[in-house]
């Protein structure tokens, strides 16, 4: 599957962004889901993960209550709604997709996604 990954920029602190991942070439509900970054100087991880149905997800400890996950399986789409924008939320952004025969499961470690979007980056501003 081809991952292509957009909806990042600049923007200040306490401002929102949505990202947007499109898939193609495979059966887009075939895969969970995951959302990861990799600000300066640092190890990328993950910071949200959906399972391939929509409705299971998770968040890492820094995001929640700011992020929100989801995807749209009839336009093959993926989505990170970020909010209240942080100073430390500033990173290049990757999408990442995980073939799994589990309805139910999201998946939280590199190894276990297959797949990877070409990264956006995201700057936030003080």
């Known amino acids: 599957v081809q991952l292509q990954a957009c909806g990042g920029g600049l923007v200040q602190v306490g401002g929102s962004l949505r990202l947007s991942c499109a898939a193609s070439?495979?059966?887009?509900?075939?895969?969970?889901m995951g959302w990861f970054r990799q600000g300066p100087g640092e190890e990328r991880e993950i910071i949200a993960a959906?399972?391939?149905?929509?409705?299971?997800?998770y968040y890492q400890d820094s995001v929640k209550g700011r992020f929100t996950i989801s995807r749209d399986n009839a336009k093959n789409t993926v989505y990170l709604q970020m909010s209240s924008l942080k100073a430390e939320d500033t990173a290049v952004y990757y999408c990442a997709a995980a073939p799994t025969a589990y309805v139910r499961k999201y998946y939280r470690t590199e190894r276990e996604y297959d797949y990877w979007g070409q990264g956006t980056q995201v700057t936030v501003s003080s």
């Open positions: 070439g495979r059966t887009f509900s075939d895969f969970a």
């Open positions: 959906i399972n391939r149905g929509g409705g299971i997800t």
